[in-house]
């Protein structure tokens, strides 16, 4: 079942405003492209999906969202021309806090409360739309560019078709376990497929006969607040498979 519209919001604003809060307090320059994707990843599903459907019930509001987004871009654009050493850029930081806090407010005491005029039906449309809206953008963020042979290390079993199959390097290095057609883990010899854990420890790419045939399978993991979560996390019954995208076997 797709999670509650507003609680999936708030969770999003809980963690940005959480990395905020801790590149501002330390100065840590560090966390800027992660707030960057998370608040562009949010702003833009939100624009996409829910404020739309805000045009009949508060107009206004969805105005003034749409024009305390293009505050934050702006920010966000200064802080990329700015170099992180220069002492304009923590001010910048620290703005773009002020700024996002202040929305978030604004959104979930004024906002929120309107759409609840919205069906259950309309809720749960916009949540789903969200949700696979974050998962595409997410997809897309994971290094694919360069793609390399399964490593020669890897004692890949001859029931498993991979010796044509290129993966991200990232998943090169990874942690690697044999798994059968229904991914319980078993021994190499009864193997049907190999699961690669990508260095980000946040995803697995599945190499075997998986359907549709000639593809290769995609795992991120996300924990109950739809953010990423190490993969022995993962695996515990308060995780869940955020997706399952098929690629296509590079050749």
Known sequence: MTEDLFQMLKNDHDNVKNL?????????SSKFREIKNQLNIHMES????????????DEDGMNQSFKEHDEAKEIIKDM????????????KLNELRKTVEAHVEKEETTIFPESERLSNLQREEIAQNIEEEKMRKKLKSIPHEKLMPLPDNIDIPRTIPASKVKIPSMYANGDIEYEDA?????????????RLTGIDRR?????????PKGMIRLTLYF??????ETKEKSTSSKSK???????????
Request: aromatic fraction near 12%.
């Open 20 to 28: 905020l809060k801790e590149a501002s307090d330390k100065k840590d």
């Open 182 to 194: 229904k991914g319980n883990n078993v021994d190499k010899e009864n193997a049907t497929h190999i």
């Open 223 to 228: 924990n109950d607040e739809n953010s990423p």
């Open 80 to 91: 990329e021309r700015i170099h992180w050493k220069d002492k304009e850029w923590m001010n």
């Open 46 to 57: 939100e624009e996409k999906y829910f404020y739309p459907r805000l045009k009949y019930i």
């Open 203 to 211: 995803s697995d790419i599945v190499v075997g006969p998986v359907k």
């Open 241 to 251: 498979v955020f997706n399952e995208e098929y690629k296509p076997i590079k050749k």
